[in-house]
């Protein structure tokens, strides 16, 4: 199985912060690559596909960057509504496998 | 508008069988590329991919569960269906369906459910 690894495992933050998380794969997985946003008791959302293609509806403050094993999220500005836990996944390979998340605080 | 919604006992005692219907709607298993894929997070935990399950049949399912998991689709009721065998606490979980793009991405999800395993 391919290993993704995040970091941090949590962040604290103000409004209007600019914040990066990272995931790092444990083999090259191309660009088959997500970043998705979890909210408490809620499912999963998808905000970035193919390591750095926006996903329809998701605002622009968020992008994606990377390829192969290392691979960046970063938020420019983040408003109130992003603070959430994050996680990355690969899909390069069976089984699919996701990182063990960041925990996005308010500061 | 594609929707995907999980049903299936909230309680299940240990050693016992799970069988979770994953109910589709806005789209078909039939179209060419589908696909869905059952995900579950235990509490305070990470995701973890189950299984997939495409338009053709074609079934890829988690190594470490392969022995204990079955998914099939039901094209007529436009369901996809996750049965998991001897049943262990440490499967407690919230269980999720969710279309596959591409297969690459899990692009919307189930609302999820939660299951127990307790006696």
């Known amino acids: 199985d391919i290993q993704m690894t995040q970091s941090p495992s949590s962040v604290s933050a103000s409004v209007g912060d600019r914040v990066t998380i990272t995931c790092r794969a444990s083999?090259?997985?191309?660009?088959?690559f997500a970043w998705y946003q979890q909210k408490p008791g809620k499912a999963p959302r998808l905000l970035i596909y193919g390591a750095s293609t926006l996903e329809s509806g998701v605002p622009s403050r968020f992008s994606g960057s990377g390829s192969g094993t290392d691979f960046t999220l970063t938020i420019s500005s983040l408003q109130p509504e992003d603070f959430a836990t994050y996680y990355c996944?690969?899909?390069?390979?069976?089984?699919?496998?996701f990182g063990q998340g960041t925990r996005l605080d308010i500061k | 508008q594609i929707a995907l919604k999980e049903s299936g006992p909230t309680l299940v005692k240990p050693r016992q069988t799970l069988t979770l219907t994953c109910t589709l709607s806005?789209?078909?298993?039939?179209?060419?590329?589908?696909?869905v894929g059952w995900i579950r997070q235990a509490p305070g935990k990470a995701l973890e991919c189950l299984a997939l399950i495409y338009w053709d049949g074609d079934l890829r399912s988690s190594p470490s569960l392969s022995n204990r998991l079955t998914v099939t689709k039901d094209t007529s009721k436009n369901q996809v269906v996750l049965t998991m065998t001897e049943m262990d606490p440490v499967d407690t979980a919230t269980y999720y369906c969710a279309n596959i793009r591409g297969g690459a991405a899990f692009d919307v999800w189930g609302q999820g459910t939660m299951v127990t395993v307790s006696s």
């Open positions: 083999q090259g997985v191309r660009n088959w």
């Open positions: 996944q690969q899909a390069y390979s069976f089984p699919l496998t």
């Open positions: 806005g789209f078909s298993l039939t179209t060419t590329g589908a696909g």
